[in-house]
C-alpha cells in the first residue's frame, strides 16, 4: 500500500508529522483492553495542541462546529468523564489521541476502495462523501481549502482529521488495520505515542503482522 502527503500541505505545515501503523491481529481480549484504558485529562500542553489544530482548521475554511478529532475527543470527556466503548482498535487509539493530544483515525484495510491513500487539498471539489454514522447520506466537498485523506480519487476522511467514512469504517469483526498518527509536535512524543499503541494491542491480542512508518517533509511517501 501506498501512502503519500502532498507537498503543498507540508510547505504550508512544515511541522507536520504522519505516524502510520499497518496491523493485523487475531484473538482480541477486549474486557482485558477495557481495564487499560483510563481517560485523565492531565496532557500538559492541551491549550498549545488545540490552538495550533484550530488554526489548520480556520485555514481550511472550516465551519465551528468542525473540530480536530482529538479536541472533539478532550470536549466529550470534560462533559461526561469518559468515552463510550466502540470497538478494540478505535477505543485503543481513542485512548492514545486523547493521552498524547495527537488526532488519530484508522481504517479497515479490506474495505479501502484502493492500495493507495493520500492526505491532499481537496482538488477533486464537487467528489461525495458519505460520513461515517449517516449511511446512505452523502456531503459534497465544495471548497478546495479543504484537507482530506482520499484513496486514490475518494475520499475517506474530511477535514484533516475531523470526519471518517462509512466506507473504511472500523467495527467488531475488523483485523486488519491502518492507524494514523496526525500531529504537529514533535518527533519523540510521535514515536512514545506510536511505541504505546503497539504495546496496548500486543497486550490484548496477538499480532500477527506489523509495519510502522513515518511520514514528515523529510519523507513525502512510503510503501507500508
Not at 482480541?28 to 488554526?55: F, G, M, P, R
Not at 475554511?61 to 468542525?66: D, V
Not at 454514522?133 to 485523506?149: N, T, V
Not at 496526525?182 to 506489523?210: H, R, W, Y
Request: a negative charge; hydrophobic letters at 35%.
Amino acid at each position: 500500500m501506498k501512502i503519500s502527503i502532498e507537498d503543498k500541505i507540508l510547505e504550508k505545515y512544515p511541522k507536520y508529522k504522519m505516524g502510520l501503523i499497518k496491523i493485523k491481529v487475531e484473538n482480541t481480549n477486549y474486557e482485558k483492553l477495557q481495564a487499560k484504558v483510563k481517560y485523565e485529562n492531565t496532557i500538559a500542553d492541551k491549550e498549545h495542541i488545540t490552538k495550533e489544530w484550530l488554526e489548520v482548521f480556520h485555514d481550511m475554511n472550516a465551519s465551528e462546529k468542525r473540530l480536530p478529532s482529538v479536541v472533539a475527543l478532550w470536549n466529550i470527556i470534560e462533559r461526561f468523564g469518559e468515552l463510550k466503548p466502540i470497538n478494540y482498535f478505535v477505543d485503543s487509539y481513542n485512548y492514545i489521541s486523547v493521552k498524547h493530544g495527537i488526532p488519530m483515525g484508522g481504517y479497515d484495510i479490506t474495505k479501502l476502495p484502493y492500495e493507495e491513500l493520500t492526505l491532499k487539498y481537496a482538488v477533486c471539489v464537487g467528489v461525495k462523501f458519505e460520513p461515517m454514522g449517516l449511511s446512505g447520506q452523502l456531503e459534497k466537498i465544495k471548497d478546495p481549502a479543504e484537507i482530506c485523506y482520499y484513496s486514490k480519487d475518494i475520499p475517506v476522511c474530511r477535514y484533516w482529521n475531523n470526519k471518517d467514512s462509512e466506507i473504511t469504517k472500523i467495527d467488531e469483526n475488523t483485523t486488519k488495520v491502518l492507524i494514523m498518527f496526525d500531529t504537529l509536535g514533535g518527533l519523540e512524543e510521535l514515536k512514545c505515542a506510536m511505541d504505546e499503541f503497539i504495546e496496548i494491542i500486543k497486550s490484548t491480542s496477538n499480532v500477527i503482522e506489523l509495519k510502522c512508518e513515518i511520514l514528515s517533509k523529510e519523507k513525502l511517501n512510503c510503501e507500508i
